[in-house]
């Protein structure tokens, strides 16, 4: 059974700060790692993606990847109250030709003014 | 990342009938897929819907209370059958274009009574 694991928060942090956002995964074999945000009532929307060892950036955005300790992180610089939402890290096994992907349980993320 | 639509965005249906969900892509893609996001968790796939064949179902979903098409490279449709209050979730199909990651529709919101 493969699993992606996250702490469900709530993790609230002060507009300004740096939210830190873990996903844990169990599949070794694991090649893409995904971040994506989903507002109330909303669906996801992908904001960040990995696949290599190491940080990358993008705008406010970091996510990092260590495949060794099979753990895939999302950085939020300067966290405004429009970040407030639910992070869901999902993990891709492509194995074959089949991308599924499998989601953790997501982290709500609740940044005050 | 392709345009996405489903059909309907909501519905209230009665117990022991049947609902078709509609997804409409403005691009050919080589994948959907078809995933249910219960209360308050996060997103489970359903199954794979394949063009021009039957469609690859994840453990715990089959395809008599599920029953997938995918006609084309734009179009799937999901229906949900014999429906019970167990089944009121979000309905989303997800997209996977060449080497691109997955892009969600903005689900379909089933309440059952």
């Known amino acids: 059974q493969k699993e992606v694991e996250q702490n469900s928060g709530p993790l609230s942090v002060p507009e300004g700060a740096i939210a830190s956002l873990n996903c844990t995964y169990s599949?070794?074999?694991?090649?893409?790692f995904f971040w994506y945000r989903q507002y109330s009532g909303k669906s996801p929307e992908l904001i960040m993606s990995?696949?290599?060892?190491g940080d990358k950036e993008d705008g406010r955005f970091t996510a990092q990847l260590n495949k060794a300790s099979q753990y895939v992180s999302l950085l939020i610089r300067d966290s405004q109250p429009s970040d407030s939402a639910t992070y869901l890290c999902?993990?891709?096994?492509?194995?074959?030709?089949?991308?599924?992907?499998?989601f953790g349980k997501g982290t709500l993320l609740t940044v005050n003014p | 990342s392709a345009v996405i639509s489903q059909k309907p965005s909501r519905d209230i249906c009665q117990r022991g009938t049947s609902l078709t969900i509609q997804c409409q892509v403005d691009?050919?893609?080589?994948?959907m897929f078809w995933y249910r996001q219960q209360p308050g968790q996060s997103l489970t796939l359903i199954a794979t819907?394949?063009?021009?064949?039957?469609?690859?179902?994840e453990s715990g979903f089959v395809i008599d209370k599920f029953p997938i098409s995918r006609p084309n490279l734009t179009f799937s449709t999901l229906t949900v059958s014999n429906m019970s209050p167990e089944d009121s979730s979000i309905y989303l199909c997800?997209?996977?274009?060449?080497?691109?990651?997955?892009?969600f529709g903005p689900g379909t919101r089933l309440l059952v009574l």
């Open positions: 990995i696949y290599s060892n």
């Open positions: 999902a993990v891709e096994n492509s194995g074959g030709s089949n991308y599924k992907l499998t």
């Open positions: 819907a394949n063009q021009g064949s039957e469609a690859t179902y």
């Open positions: 599949d070794r074999v694991s090649q893409s």
């Open positions: 691009s050919q893609v080589t994948m």
């Open positions: 997800s997209v996977r274009a060449g080497q691109e990651t997955q892009y």
